[in-house]
């Protein structure tokens, strides 16, 4: 695999950092928190229509991705599908998205996954949940 360098000038440098930090810190001050169900379905449902719907539809009904409205992923073992979106599952076109978006994201997509297309699973994933997850 080729390395790629992208030379920049040192503001364009500062300016990158600085934005990096303030998403980090955003993400830490998120990672405290405790989302409610509105919140998480909210989120969840703006990383679903960003990263989700394009391969399981926009009522879940699949198409190129299976269907997530009433699938055993969705209404299975909470643990079975965190594993899936965070890992993808190799072979298929399920790609891994824990390396793609942030805990908070994660767990919001999955609360939203689950209670969402007739799923009502009553399930909540908070940030530090998948934190914990990946930690395994």
Same mark, same amino acid.
Not at 19 to 48: C, N, S
Not at 94 to 123: I, S
């Given at each position: 695999?080729?390395?790629?360098?992208?030379?920049?000038?040192?503001?364009? +440098?500062?300016?990158?950092?600085?934005?990096?930090?303030?998403?980090?810190?955003?993400?830490?001050?998120?990672?405290?928190?405790?989302?409610?169900?509105?919140?998480?379905?909210?989120?969840?449902?703006?990383? +679903?229509?960003?990263?989700?719907?394009?391969?399981?539809? @926009?009522?879940?009904?699949?198409?190129?991705?299976?269907?997530?409205?009433?699938?055993?992923?969705?209404?299975? #073992?909470?643990?079975?599908?965190?594993?899936?979106?965070?890992?993808?599952?190799?072979?298929?076109?399920?790609?891994?998205?824990?390396?793609?978006?942030?805990?908070? #994201?994660?767990? @919001?997509?999955?609360? +939203?996954?689950?209670? @969402?297309?007739?799923?009502?699973?009553?399930?909540?994933?908070?940030?530090?949940?998948?934190?914990? +997850?990946?930690?395994?």
């Amino acid at each position: 695999m080729p390395i790629v360098v992208d030379v920049r000038s040192q503001a364009d +440098y500062d300016t990158w950092l600085a934005a990096k930090q303030a998403e980090a810190a955003e993400i830490k001050k998120l990672m405290a928190q405790t989302f409610t169900m509105d919140e998480l379905l909210e989120r969840g449902k703006a990383v +679903y229509d960003r990263a989700c719907l394009a391969c399981h539809g @926009a009522q879940g009904e699949g198409g190129v991705g299976k269907a997530i409205a009433g699938s055993p992923v969705a209404t299975g #073992d909470l643990a079975h599908h965190l594993d899936v979106v965070v890992n993808g599952v190799p072979g298929s076109a399920m790609q891994a998205f824990g390396g793609q978006l942030n805990d908070v #994201d994660l767990g @919001a997509v999955v609360t +939203y996954q689950r209670n @969402a297309f007739g799923n009502n699973m009553a399930d909540m994933v908070q940030p530090i949940d998948v934190f914990n +997850y990946k930690k395994g």
